[in-house]
């Protein structure tokens, strides 16, 4: 019996140990962006750490094994399971020590999950359990709980749990292992009384932790951010954060600034209206993107449109912005419109599938501040997209800014050119973003800047029109090679770009 106990307590910590590691990558990936770097630094980190911890573990002494073994279970279970609150309430409120205390916190649980399995195992050595089946039976449940714990973060803990109350709930489930542990073997181990007041200490102070998670995002939200938080959740995919301060409606992903309701017009008249002015025959467009609405709302306000398809990966981007009443009064109830047929899928993959053939693609996708989001920007990508667009038709392209990341900008105006797309930039001042850039695109058709618009727009005339095809000698082209997708070199000029305008 008491070597089934520490065998099915390899499955708990296994699956602990791992959900620690991919709350932390998933977590610096929101706040810090370049989800390659972040994993593959946070994985190193507590890999060695786990080395480390491994190495130590020879210096517990055989009789004390048990001992140790719950007490690094009451320490992983503290520190592990209020990482993801300390991390990122020391993000919204610190700032700068943050990639310090994430990786003092990776080390430190890394290094005693590494002594975890090492003193599992000399606990069922010191039952006369023989060698070979120490070894197999710690390693099956080992690998089935990584396993566990690798498909449920995904598709159960991340979307409905969130990341600060899944980290909550693993400490829980460390605590748990002490205190049965202390339980079962309690004939074998001395003050045993003390051991039980800090377990339930820590497992109170986790289960506090858990139901005020909330309470915790949401104030820590609020010093990120600033102003009040009226829609916030965590899916597979991203972090959606929407805030209100007096008219004012913003949207975030990942920490990002997405669109300002005070402003917005001014981007998404730009990215749509030149493209279908210029295109009074266009029936079908296909919107990449966007999942918001508001590029779809400008693409609707045209009658002759009968057909628009929005493609969005975030299923709960869109139906957020489909049901929240401040929301769909943003979008004119664009996401319900008879003429919008909405797919949640990968836009690369979509891409590969679909058959149709459109007048107009209005891409509008986040900035390529990821590896994720840079193979939207890719030759692959808009080889892809080219075969689907009418020769005679246009590409509107979000394409980041040309003054603040002038060498993304250029890069993502030279891959569209060399698919063989004809490319014609564009930029305008967002009080929200700052000067804003876009690339205008077709297959095999010529493009003149409108001089006019047939529909009433806040800010576009022929004039405005004509200045946002203008580029002033501090945004000159730049000789730029294309993003290619084994390399991605769109992503490491967008964040040295940015990093420029930081320091």
Same mark, same amino acid.
């Given at each position: 019996?008491?070597? *089934?106990?520490?065998? +099915? ?22 706040? +810090?962006?370049?989800? #390659? ?8 980190? %507590?890999?060695?750490?786990?080395? #480390? ?23 992983? !279970? ?6 993801? @609150? ?9 700032? @700068? ?27 069922? $050595? ?13 390693? /099956?449940? =080992? ?8 498909? +449920? ?8 749990? !969130? ?10 489930? &460390? ?7 202390? %339980? ?35 104030? !820590? ?18 972090? +959606? ?12 992903? &990942?920490? &990002? ?12 008249? @730009? ?11 266009? *029936?079908? #467009? ?14 609707? *306000? ?11 990966? =975030? ?21 319900? =419109? ?53 020769? $005679? ?36 001042? #967002? ?13 095999? !058709? ?36 294309? $993003? *290619?997708?084994? /390399? ?16």
């Amino acid at each position: 019996m008491t070597k *089934r106990i520490l065998i +099915l307590s390899v499955f708990v910590v296994a699956s602990c140990g791992l959900a620690y590691e991919l709350i932390a990558g998933a977590l610096s990936s929101y706040l +810090l962006g370049d989800s #390659v770097l972040q994993f593959s630094t946070i994985i190193g980190c %507590y890999l060695f750490a786990m080395g #480390v911890g491994a190495h130590f573990s020879k210096y517990v002494r055989d009789e004390d094994v048990l001992s140790r073994f719950i007490d690094i279970e009451l320490a992983v !279970g503290l520190i592990g399971g209020t990482s993801s @609150a300390v991390l990122f309430l020391t993000f919204t409120w610190m700032g @700068a020590p943050f990639r310090t205390v994430l990786y003092v916190m990776v080390f430190l649980i890394g290094a005693m999950v590494g002594m975890e399995i090492p003193l599992v195992m000399r606990a069922l $050595n010191e039952r006369r359990t023989g060698f070979a089946e120490i070894v197999s039976r710690v390693l /099956t449940f =080992d690998y089935l709980g990584a396993l566990a714990v690798s498909l +449920l973060f995904p598709l159960v803990l991340a979307p409905h749990l !969130g990341l600060v109350r899944s980290g909550f709930l693993f400490g829980m489930l &460390n605590v748990g292992v002490a205190m049965w542990t202390l %339980y079962v073997f309690r004939a074998e181990l001395d003050r045993l009384r003390g051991r039980v007041i800090r377990a339930s200490a820590v497992l109170f102070a986790l289960v506090l932790g858990f139901g005020f998670s909330d309470r915790m995002v949401e104030w !820590g939200e609020h010093g990120l951010f600033g102003d009040d938080v009226v829609y916030s959740t965590t899916t597979p995919y991203q972090r +959606l954060v929407v805030t209100r301060w007096k008219d004012d409606l913003r949207l975030y992903i &990942n920490g &990002n600034l997405q669109f300002s309701s005070r402003d917005e017009y001014r981007y998404h008249e @730009a990215l749509v209206h030149p493209a279908m002015q210029s295109l009074p025959w266009a *029936r079908r #467009v296909l919107v990449l993107g966007g999942g918001d609405g508001l590029a779809l709302r400008e693409v609707l *306000r045209y009658p002759q449109v009968e057909e628009v398809t929005l493609v969005d990966l =975030d299923p709960a981007m869109t139906q957020a912005f489909a049901t929240r009443p401040e929301l769909v009064k943003l979008n004119a109830n664009a996401l319900k =419109d008879k003429r919008v047929k909405i797919i949640n899928a990968d836009a690369g993959i979509w891409l590969q599938k679909d058959a149709g053939m459109y007048d107009v693609a209005i891409v509008d996708f986040p900035d390529p501040s990821s590896f994720a989001l840079g193979k939207l920007y890719s030759v692959p990508f808009y080889g892809m997209l080219r075969k689907h667009v009418a020769a $005679n038709g246009l590409i509107a392209v979000q394409s980041t800014s040309p003054f603040f990341a002038p060498n993304a900008y250029w890069t993502i105006e030279a891959t569209l050119r060399e698919v063989g797309l004809q490319t014609w930039p564009y930029h305008l001042y #967002v009080p929200s973003f700052g000067e804003w850039g876009f690339i205008m695109a077709s297959p095999q !058709g010529r493009f003149v800047p409108p001089t006019g618009y047939r529909l009433p727009m806040r800010y576009l005339t022929g004039e405005t029109t004509r200045a946002m095809f203008s580029f002033p000698p501090d945004m000159q082209r730049r000789a730029m090679p294309p $993003n *290619r997708l084994d /390399t991605q070199s769109l992503v490491r000029e967008f964040e040295e770009d940015w990093q420029q305008v930081i320091r």
